[in-house]
């Protein structure tokens, strides 16, 4: 089993000095996991500055006194993996954030399509983009990973749109009857740069979307015969992705 992972706002320069986690982070480390002398964990910033530490004792039941390792800092995978999410009902959307993240990916953009019912607006709208967040930090902490991913703001069609053309592989899942989409395994992926796949809502990519992301340079693709959920698509996409990149195969 791998050290668990904790996140910090920042890591010192250098190490070997005594660091103490405090707060949420240390409260969990030492009432929830039970950590005691000896053991090992890892801190992180979530943007792939590390350390290897070595648990030295506790104080109190949010305190752990910790020997910080060497900080080293984990470079940004390549290609680089952006998945635009509609907005899905209920809790599926935490569930595409939270597999999509212990999957590998790079960055998440949930997305307003013209198909969703659900809406964020105002307060509504910040709390569950809020949700979001929290759930890729919680995630990318399971999943020992010391590089979250980005979740952004949300995205109009336009703001998509934008996105699609500046990539260098852009794509929409999209499987309907008689449409021309092609599979995207056989796809021809980059080595690397910036992939940005879209993922529609329960009742799909409109028309006027889908000629929209055509014109941005975007191909419809499927990912085989059958029809995932909005909230599992893009996680099944991204493992496909990270497969055939390479990037699953690196140490």
């Given amino acids: 089993m791998t050290a668990p992972v904790f996140v910090v706002e920042h890591l010192p320069a250098g190490g070997g000095q005594r660091y103490v986690l405090d707060g949420p982070e240390g409260r969990h480390a030492v009432s929830v996991k039970r950590l005691r002398a000896g053991e090992a964990v890892v801190l992180t910033d979530g943007e792939g500055r590390w350390a290897d530490c070595e648990v030295i004792d506790t104080e109190g039941k949010d305190r752990l006194v910790l020997q910080l390792g060497a900080v080293a800092e984990e470079p940004a995978e390549q290609p680089r993996i952006t998945v635009v999410q509609a907005l899905p009902k209920g809790d599926r959307g935490e569930l595409a954030v939270e597999t999509m993240t212990e999957t590998g990916v790079d960055a998440i953009v949930p997305w307003a399509a013209a198909r969703c019912i659900t809406q964020w607006k105002g307060e509504r709208g910040a709390k569950a983009l809020g949700k979001w967040r929290a759930t890729a930090r919680e995630a990318g ?4 990973r010391v590089r979250f991913p980005q ?7 336009k703001q998509v749109a934008a996105l699609l053309a500046e990539a260098d592989f852009a794509a929409v899942l999209h499987e309907e009857r008689g449409y021309g989409s092609e599979p995207l395994a056989t796809a021809e992926l980059p080595a690397e740069g910036e992939i940005v796949l879209v993922v529609g809502p329960e009742g799909g990519v409109s ?5 929209l992301f055509e014109e941005a340079g975007a191909k419809a693709y499927r990912l085989g015969r059958t029809v995932l959920r909005t909230s599992t698509a893009g996680t099944a996409a991204t493992a496909l992705l990270l497969g055939r990149t390479g990037r699953w195969s690196r140490s």
């Fill in 141 to 144: 902490k399971q999943s020992r």
């Fill in 207 to 211: 028309p006027e979307e889908l000629a």
């Fill in 151 to 157: 979740v952004a703001d949300a995205a109009t069609t």
